[in-house]
């Protein structure tokens, strides 16, 4: 597989892949700056590196092996790098905002995707806090869900400033795609704490009804281990908090009207695994943990497919 950008998320795939038992292997990385430090550190581990961009990439040599690619640029950039691959037959995983492909959220809806073309990984938010959203959906009907999503300014590098917008539509979409709300919204904050803060984030759900709980939050908790089986540092910061609006004290939406039911509010935090990233930078490291994920199972998934079909012949 190849990643495309040497950045700070680029060289933290390529740390994480290397230093892994799974089936994946680097077979190349390329970017725009021949001075970036990812592409130097690929070299020294004797990968093909070019600061060619794609042009680059698709000039390889042993370009024809490259079966999948990462493409951790910006959600511009994605764009016209799937419309110079797509016809190459090398499938994509997505980590810019960019929406082209399916968005996906490997606990919650990977299996329903193994197949795709091009997989969308939404955003660092969305990893984090979209699973929550379909834990809640299994037990009740979500009408409306919010997320706040703080990330250290530190880790905030000039890719996640330029897609801010991105971020907040991406997001919002996908809590009601993945998710299963009927309807999301999202926010951002970059703060600039010295010293940097780990990724926090706060997920709302507004739950039709007095529900059960004691499902939602067993729910919730299994949630909570399956994302930190591929990303350790993430973690429920709190116990999951309930509030019950009756019809003598409904809350107030504006542009919605009044709500009665349940809030369920969880407080999350992401811990960075410090691969090649600052342990702050928990934002970043669920993107790259969850393409790693992402890939291992499409490619164990591939490996499967042809050994039954190799059986079949």
């Not at 110079?84 to 905002?97: E, H, N, S």
């Not at 706040?148 to 919002?172: C, H, L, Q, Y």
Request: charged share 20%; with cysteine.
């Amino acid at each position: 597989m190849a990643i495309i950008g040497s950045g700070n998320i680029g060289t933290d795939l390529l740390l994480k892949i290397h230093r892994s038992d799974g089936p994946l292997t680097v077979g190349a990385m390329v970017g725009i700056d021949p001075d970036s430090d990812g592409l130097a550190r690929a070299r020294r581990m004797g990968v093909p590196a070019t600061a060619d961009g794609v042009d680059g990439l698709l000039n390889m040599p042993d370009f024809a092996r490259i079966k999948l690619a990462f493409d951790a640029t910006s959600a511009e950039a994605h764009r016209a790098t799937w419309a110079a691959l797509q016809a190459t037959g090398i499938r994509m995983i997505d980590l810019t905002p960019a929406s082209v492909g399916p968005m996906c959220v490997p606990v919650v809806n990977l299996d329903d995707h193994l197949d795709a073309p091009n997989l969308n990984m939404v955003t660092c938010g969305g990893q984090a806090t979209v699973p929550i959203v379909a834990a809640v959906a299994k037990a009740g009907v979500v009408s409306y869900a919010e997320i706040v999503s703080s990330i250290s300014a530190k880790s905030a590098g000039p890719g996640t400033r330029a897609n801010i917008d991105d971020f907040i539509e991406t997001t919002a979409t996908a809590l009601q795609v993945v998710g299963g709300a009927q309807r999301g919204k999202a926010v951002i904050i970059v703060n600039p704490a010295e010293p940097p803060v780990h990724m926090r984030n706060t997920v709302y759900c507004l739950v039709d009804g007095d529900v059960d709980k004691a499902l939602i939050e067993n729910e919730i908790l299994g949630m909570v281990a399956q994302v930190a089986a591929y990303v350790p540092g993430y973690r429920l910061k709190q116990d999951v908090q309930f509030e019950v609006f009756g019809h003598d004290n409904p809350l107030y939406i504006p542009q919605t009207g009044k709500f009665t039911g349940t809030r369920v509010t969880v407080l999350l935090e992401v811990a960075g695994a410090a691969d090649y990233l600052p342990a702050y930078a928990g934002n970043l490291d669920i993107m790259t943990s969850a393409a790693k994920a992402t890939a291992e199972r499409m490619a164990t998934h591939a490996m499967g497919f042809r050994e039954t079909a190799g059986a079949a012949t």
